[in-house]
């Protein structure tokens, strides 16, 4: 339930398909269109010496992102959030929260780009220093905070490995050492699980991905009920230059309309494509945490309402087995990215991962050996065939 229904401006938009269509996208009040009009404006006048306006130049806010905003803000059960250019963007203005000397605890199976981007830059240039561990293991969570730590950075489902962390007790444990909470949310989407609720202090999200849907978007959110944090992220994204520009979020309003719609199929889709591949004899695992068999499965169904359509699978003879695969398919491009409504596929430490040391992914717990497939909303029966 969102919370521009419950203080009654939106009395009736309750579930999360109507809100993903009405809220923040009501028709324009100018012209009566029912989509809201894209504003590419740079400047705006100042009708006033003494007001400041609503909108006054575009890296620090416009219409179209606005509206972008507010929608996301009703999805994730949040009081503020912030469009950035990216998700790296996003990720970029939480760091500059910290100082030099500052400590970071983050799940270690992550996603490439924010751990060459932790490693690389935040450390070296930055002076912050990062932990990466196994954050399923509670007592090493609580051994590793310092007198610096400042943060903890989760995501659940991991990417690529699929392992899923307890959201509530991670953050209860990081608030009693007064660390704040950021999870990436990209895999589940607020269709399926609302981090704020289980006490995250911001949720982010790479839109390029299922809130985009269409891999035609390039975009990043931020969401936070914490004003300060809001105030901060907001501030940031002016500064750093960052600020997320009008179309990206027009075409982000028009896919989160048949978010709710493309999340169920994607879903469908991916436990029928992860138990289609059970028992292949060139598959040694199947990892997805909608299989009753999945070590996360059941913490899973306690915090979310899905469980994504991330499906990972590790070849036994490796990859070139895993190569002959891949090229053998029709329905499946060979990409980095994923969420989007075709079905895509690759082999994480060539494309996602190729920032992590092959020792560290190998710690971590997975090489060449291991294909992720990013489920689309094809008929189910063809991707089968495939």
Not at 57 to 75: D, I, N, Q
Not at 139 to 155: A, R
Request: glycine content about 8%; proline content about 5%; overall charge negative.
């Amino acid at each position: 339930r969102s919370k521009a229904a419950e203080e009654g401006e939106y009395p009736f938009a309750k579930g999360f398909a109507t809100r993903a269509i009405h809220v923040g996208q009501e028709p324009d009040e100018a012209t009566g269109s029912v989509v809201p009009l894209i504003s590419f404006a740079t400047t705006y006048q100042l009708k006033s010496w003494t007001e400041t306006p609503k909108y006054i130049y575009s890296r620090v806010g416009h219409p179209t992102r606005m509206a972008f905003e507010k929608a996301m803000c009703s999805l994730e059960n949040a009081k503020h959030s912030v469009a950035f250019t990216c998700c790296m963007s996003a990720g970029a203005a939480i760091i500059h929260m910290l100082t030099p000397g500052d400590h970071v605890i983050s799940l270690e199976d992550m996603y490439g780009g924010f751990y060459g981007y932790f490693n690389e830059v935040c450390t070296k240039a930055n002076g912050i220093t990062f932990s990466f561990i196994d954050l399923s293991n509670l007592e090493k969570l609580e051994e590793s905070f310092t007198e610096k730590t400042k943060l903890v950075w989760l995501e659940t489902p991991s990417n690529p490995l699929l392992n899923v962390y307890d959201v509530r007790k991670i953050s209860e444990i990081a608030h009693k050492h007064n660390a704040m909470v950021v999870i990436d949310n990209t895999f589940l989407t607020p269709y399926f699980m609302n981090p704020l609720d289980l006490g995250v202090d911001i949720v982010i999200h790479s839109c390029t991905k299922y809130i985009g849907g269409h891999s035609d978007v390039l975009l990043g959110v931020a969401c936070t009920n914490s004003e300060e944090l809001a105030g901060k992220l907001f501030f940031h994204g002016i500064e750093l230059g960052t600020s997320a520009p009008p179309m990206e979020c027009y075409l982000a309003c028009r896919s989160l309309k048949t978010l709710a719609l493309r999340m169920k199929k994607h879903g469908k889709n991916a436990l029928k494509i992860a138990q289609a591949l059970q028992g292949h004899p060139e598959i040694s695992e199947v990892i997805y945490p909608g299989l009753p068999e999945h070590k996360g499965h059941e913490l899973l169904k306690s915090q979310a309402r899905g469980f994504g359509a991330i499906v990972s699978i590790r070849v036994k003879d490796g990859f070139e087995i895993g190569r002959r695969f891949i090229d053998n398919l029709t329905l499946f491009p060979n990409c980095p990215s994923l969420g989007g409504v075709e079905s895509l596929i690759c082999v994480p430490a060539t494309l996602s991962h190729r920032v992590v040391p092959e020792e560290i992914r190998k710690k971590w717990g997975f090489d060449m050996d291991l294909i992720r497939i990013s489920v689309g909303i094809e008929d189910h029966e063809d991707l089968i065939e495939d």
